[in-house]
């Protein structure tokens, strides 16, 4: 235990040496939360939407005012004679609502009326936001103008949002995006210390003493934990400032699981290390096999369910997708130990899978003495 906690104490001193591992410690995670934070957006709003309204009621006007309105249509101007032309098209506009002729007499007069919206499907979920939302904008209208017949209504929805009823994306992006900077960085300082042992030939020293695999790899991971706790405190308490975040309900299942996750990163980037031989392999190796998992297998940036097979279950196998339903759980549901309890241990049996890799891979390389 004392050659762990010595190990310990020299990676310390030396991180705290090294400046510009300290500023990747601190600043490039910060950079990240902020860009992950302020940068990605999930919802659709502002999409450009052009108009041409061949009647003057004000029908067709109390219909244009609601759907531009919602939050999520702009109004985009058009010239010449058709809007397809001009503005879909070119793709200048997402969406093309054309109002014909007679429209508010049609619908006063009690007869049904017809208007075209007309949707660029390139992207396909953007075509579903838009037509729903015209489809709920319309419905609104109708109900509002008292053109369908509400008297006998067959049900009455009362729609409520719980957790985020105010529909703050920071709530959902910037939790995810604590899990991810908190699994990248931890792992890349980890793999580049154990390289640099190798580049420096210092490893040759570790080979030759008494020290043991354990209390080598041991002692630089509990060094490497301690910065991620550090880089978890500063990155949360900037969170709370920049997004307004905040625990809601217990938070040891957070604290247990945040621990037991900067354990597998530094892990993982102390496994890395000892199969690579230089820190551009160690990098690229980091960002290929944790950045892009953490970032697309996670459940960051969309549902781990729309995953196809057999990709699906790979994310089983991906600490940051546990670690980004607990940090939303913890930081918006508040769901607590009844709901979470299975989350650490997914994030223990990685740490220990990681950590035993490390271990047996440094054991191969060690002299007999």
Not at 26 to 55: A, M
Not at 167 to 180: D, M
Not at 262 to 274: K, Q
Request: proline content about 4%; glycine content about 6%.
């Amino acid at each position: 235990m004392k050659k762990l906690l010595a190990q310990c104490r020299k990676e310390l001193r030396q991180f705290g040496r090294d400046k510009l591992t300290v500023a990747l410690a601190f600043f490039l995670p910060l950079l990240s939360l902020l860009l992950f934070g302020y940068g990605v957006r999930l919802e659709i709003k502002d999409i450009p939407l052009v108009v041409q309204n061949f009647d003057r009621g004000t029908l067709s006007a109390d219909l244009i005012d609601r759907i531009y309105n919602n939050a999520q249509f702009a109004a985009h101007a058009w010239h010449g004679d058709h809007p397809l032309e001009d503005a879909l098209d070119k793709g200048r506009a997402k969406a093309a609502l054309i109002i014909p002729p007679e429209f508010s007499r049609t619908l006063t007069s009690g007869r049904q009326a017809h208007f075209q919206v007309l949707v660029d499907a390139t992207d396909v979920n953007n075509a579903r936001v838009i037509k729903n939302s015209i489809l709920a904008t319309t419905n609104r209208f109708m109900t509002d103008n008292r053109l369908v017949d509400d008297s006998n209504p067959v049900f009455d929805s009362d729609i409520r949002l719980w957790f985020n009823p105010g529909r703050k994306e920071s709530l959902y992006v910037v939790p995810g995006a604590l899990a991810v900077c908190l699994w990248i960085y931890p792992s890349l300082l980890a793999a580049l210390a154990m390289v640099r042992e190798k580049e420096s030939g210092t490893i040759l020293q570790v080979y030759a003493s008494s020290i043991t695999a354990l209390e080598f790899v041991g002692g630089k991971i509990l060094a490497y934990m301690v910065v991620g706790v550090l880089e978890a405190l500063f990155l949360i308490i900037v969170s709370m400032f920049c997004f307004g975040i905040s625990i809601v309900g217990d938070p040891t299942p957070y604290i247990v699981g945040a621990l037991l996750f900067i354990l597998s990163a530094v892990s993982f980037g102390t496994m890395i290390g000892t199969r690579t031989n230089t820190q551009s392999a160690a990098v690229q190796a980091v960002a290929t096999g944790g950045f892009t998992t953490a970032l697309l297998l996670s459940g960051y940036l969309y549902p781990v369910r729309n995953i196809v097979y057999p990709l699906s279950y790979v994310t089983v196998f991906v600490p940051a997708r546990w670690f980004v339903q607990l940090s939303r759980d913890t930081f918006v549901r508040g769901a607590g130990w009844v709901y979470d309890w299975y989350l650490p241990v997914f994030l223990a049996v990685g740490a220990i899978f990681f950590f035993n890799i490390a271990r047996k891979n440094l054991s191969k390389m060690q002299l007999n003495v």
